[in-house]
């Protein structure tokens, strides 16, 4: 198989560094950016009093240490400022809050960015999205919208065509039964309708060359997600990867530059 390999592969920490750190919070960011993550990933809501917040599920009930269930969409940002989601993951993440998307932003460091997860799909909260990055001087090539619904990857389009926004994606309909064929088929023509920039899928046996000649020749970006096994990340750089989205992005990186180093001696011995 013939690869088109990268050595600057962008590297994405899922809703921080996740893997030691309360997932979605400030602790968790600040943590993936001294690992060296390039990117920050979160996922976010608008509460009832049109604030956007950063929390994963629709409710605060998994990552709260009471298992206090108050729904994002229909609370008070003040209410949901009262909850510790800190301490489920240890002691020393005890306080620690939900943040909004003005206090992730203004935590950015010059050259880092962020992929922001629409999972409020109304048009109201894409509407107050736009409204919130103008405040902030992020540069929109530090800025990537992801949604899994495509009706939200298209009002991203809409009123922030500036950033480059990919579709999420998740082999969900690509059972056994599918042929990859057919799953690449179905896949290429959403992309086309919605207008994107690229796509975010999750690593697997689906991402072929074949995939990811398709995206090249429509000026489409590949990312993936879900990337936490080396033998993973060494096949999506062989294949041309542009980013890769991962709950360790110290571990990733560490990974990717070892990986690199042998994939250049074996091409110098050849």
């Not at 750190?21 to 608008?46: H, M, Q, R, V």
């Not at 999420?168 to 799953?183: E, H, I, R, V």
């Not at 899928?201 to 689906?206: D, G, T």
Request: aromatic share 8%; charged share 30%; hydrophobic share 35%.
């Amino acid at each position: 198989m013939q690869t088109n390999s990268k050595t600057n592969i962008t590297i994405v920490a899922h809703r921080g560094a996740s893997y030691a750190a309360p997932e979605n919070t400030i602790p968790s960011y600040e943590l993936a950016f001294k690992e060296n993550a390039d990117f920050i990933e979160g996922d976010f809501w608008l509460t009832k009093d049109n604030q956007i917040v950063c929390i994963h599920d629709p409710d605060t009930k998994r990552v709260t240490e009471k298992k206090i269930k108050l729904k994002v969409r229909s609370s008070s940002l003040a209410d949901l400022k009262k909850l510790d989601v800190g301490s489920w993951k240890g002691d020393e993440y005890k306080g620690t809050t939900i943040p909004t998307l003005q206090e992730i932003l203004s935590i950015i460091p010059p050259g880092k960015g962020i992929y922001i997860e629409i999972k409020d799909d109304s048009e109201i909260f894409v509407k107050k999205l736009a409204e919130v990055l103008k405040q902030f001087s992020v540069p929109t090539d530090k800025i990537r919208i992801i949604a899994f619904n495509p009706n939200a990857v298209k009002l991203a389009k809409k009123y922030l065509p500036e950033i480059k926004s990919y579709w999420l994606f998740f082999w969900y309909f690509s059972k056994p039964k599918c042929l990859k064929s057919l799953a690449q088929k179905r896949l290429m023509q959403t992309l086309k309708t919605l207008s994107c920039d690229g796509i975010d899928v999750n690593s697997a046996p689906y991402i072929d060359e074949k995939l990811v000649k398709s995206l090249q020749e429509n000026n489409m970006d590949f990312c993936a997600y879900d990337v936490d096994k080396v033998e993973d990340a060494a096949r999506l750089i062989n294949l041309g990867i542009d980013s890769i989205t991962t709950n360790s992005p110290l571990m990733m990186r560490k990974e990717i530059e070892s990986i690199i180093v042998k994939k250049d001696s074996t091409e110098t011995i050849k």
